[in-house]
Antibody, heavy 123, light 106 residues
Framework: QVTLRESGPALVKPTQTLTLTCTFSGFSLSTSGMCVSWIRQPPGKALEWLALIDWDDDKYYSTSLKTRLTISKDTSKNQVVLTMTNMDPVDTATYYC???????????????WGKGTTVTVSS | SYVLTQPPSVSVAPGKTARITCGGNNIGSKSVHWYQQKPGQAPVLVIYYDSDRPSGIPERFSGSNSGNTATLTISRVEAGDEADYYCQVWDSSSCVFGTGTKVTVL
C-alpha cells in the first residue's frame, strides 16, 4: 500500500523559511521512473504545483517560485524535503506531496496524494 | 507559460451526464490528467493519460483529448460526484493545473 504523509510547522512568521517533509512508504524513489511532487492550495483557490524530484535526483521547479524553493530527497529514509524561503502571508495554504510516476513515454498523473498539511503565515 | 482554462461551474441532475472541458493551446498534443477533490480532502486521480482510469475509479468516468480541448465526462451522475475537478498537463518540464470546475449535482 502506497502512502505519503506531509509534516512541518503549522505556523510560520513572514520572512521565515518553511521546511516541509514528505514521508512515504510502499514505493522507492530509487526506482527508475519514480518521482515525487509538491503541490499547494490556498484556501478556496486552485491547486498550484511547486516542485518535483525524480529517481535520478533531477529537480524541477515552478517558474514563478523557483528562486525560493529547494527540493531534496533522502532515499534511505523514504523522505522528500521542500524548503521555501522568505515566506509571506500569501503563501498560506495546504501543502501536499504526491507520487508522480513516469509512464512509457512521459511523466504521468499524480496517482497517490498525502492528506496535506496546513501552513499559515502570520506574525 | 501554458494556461489551462476550465469553466468555473457545471450543474447536472442525478442520472444525467456531466462534461467538464479543459482548454489549452494544442492540448491534444499533450497527456491530460484529471483529479477529483471533495471538500476538506486531498485530490484523487480519476483519469490519466487522457482516458485511462486508475483502479477503483468507476467506469462512469471517461476522458478524451483533441485539438484545443480535453474533456472529462461523468455518466449517470450521482450525488457523490459533487466535487471540484482539475485538469493537469506537463509542459516543458513544468506542471500546469487547470483553474478548476465545481460540479454541482442538482
Amino acid at each position: 500500500q502506497v502512502t505519503l504523509r506531509e509534516s512541518g510547522p503549522a505556523l510560520v512568521k513572514p520572512t521565515q523559511t518553511l521546511t516541509l517533509t514528505c514521508t512515504f512508504s510502499g514505493f522507492s524513489l530509487s526506482t527508475s521512473g519514480m518521482c515525487v511532487s509538491w503541490i499547494r492550495q490556498p484556501p478556496g483557490k486552485a491547486l498550484e504545483w511547486l516542485a518535483l524530484i525524480d529517481w535520478d535526483d533531477d529537480k524541477y521547479y515552478s517558474t514563478s517560485l523557483k528562486t525560493r524553493l529547494t527540493i531534496s530527497k533522502d532515499t534511505s529514509k523514504n523522505q522528500v524535503v521542500l524548503t521555501m524561503t522568505n515566506m509571506d502571508p500569501v503563501d498560506t495554504a495546504t501543502y501536499y506531496c504526491a507520487r508522480t510516476p513516469w509512464g512509457d513515454d512521459d511523466i504521468g498523473g499524480m496517482d497517490v496524494w498525502g492528506k496535506g498539511t496546513t501552513v499559515t503565515v502570520s506574525s | 507559460s501554458y494556461v489551462l482554462t476550465q469553466p468555473p461551474s457545471v450543474s447536472v441532475a442525478p442520472g444525467k451526464t456531466a462534461r467538464i472541458t479543459c482548454g489549452g493551446n494544442n492540448i491534444g498534443s499533450k497527456s491530460v490528467h484529471w483529479y477529483q477533490q471533495k471538500p476538506g480532502q486531498a485530490p484523487v486521480l480519476v483519469i490519466y493519460y487522457d482516458s485511462d482510469r486508475p483502479s477503483g475509479i468507476p467506469e462512469r468516468f471517461s476522458g478524451s483529448n483533441s485539438g484545443n480541448t480535453a474533456t472529462l465526462t461523468i455518466s449517470r451522475v450521482e450525488a457523490g460526484d459533487e466535487a471540484d475537478y482539475y485538469c493537469q498537463v506537463w509542459d516543458s518540464s513544468s506542471c500546469v493545473f487547470g483553474t478548476g470546475t465545481k460540479v454541482t449535482v442538482l
